[in-house]
């Protein structure tokens, strides 16, 4: 039974809240961790941020992608080569290829672009 909450949270991750800039200069600071005691709740907290951070890093890969893709369009007149966008995103010029490649698949997935 463990198995469908996991899917659940996961689905739902923990809210990512900016810091105050007087608590991201502590480095030992980090989304009020540091003040839960118990360790269960911490566990619990922790998760979920670790969770969120996933979420968000999956859902900026996708859209540098989709961005590479976009700068790479043949149709573009400013296009750039996949050695610019691999310079621009300081990735290996294989991995940018790789990138253009996921952004054109997104955009396939999500239908015609409007007009």
Excluded: C, N
């Excluded at 005691?37 to 989709?66: G, I, K, N, S, Y």
């Excluded at 997935?109 to 409007?114: F, I, Q």
Aim: no cysteine.
């Amino acid at each position: 039974m463990a198995e469908p909450e996991r899917t659940e949270r996961r689905l739902r991750p923990a809210p990512l809240l900016f810091e105050p800039s007087e608590a991201a200069t502590d480095p030992e600071h980090f989304f009020d961790l540091e003040s839960i005691e118990d360790p269960l709740e911490l566990l619990a907290r922790a998760t979920e941020l670790t969770l969120a951070f996933r979420a968000a890093q999956e859902r900026a890969v996708e859209f540098q992608a989709l961005a590479a893709a976009q700068l790479a369009d043949p149709r573009r007149f400013d296009r750039l080569s996949p050695a610019l966008i691999a310079e621009q995103a300081e990735w290996t010029e294989d991995y940018a290829r790789k990138m253009i490649e996921f952004g054109e698949s997104l955009q396939r997935d999500a239908g015609p672009e409007p007009a």
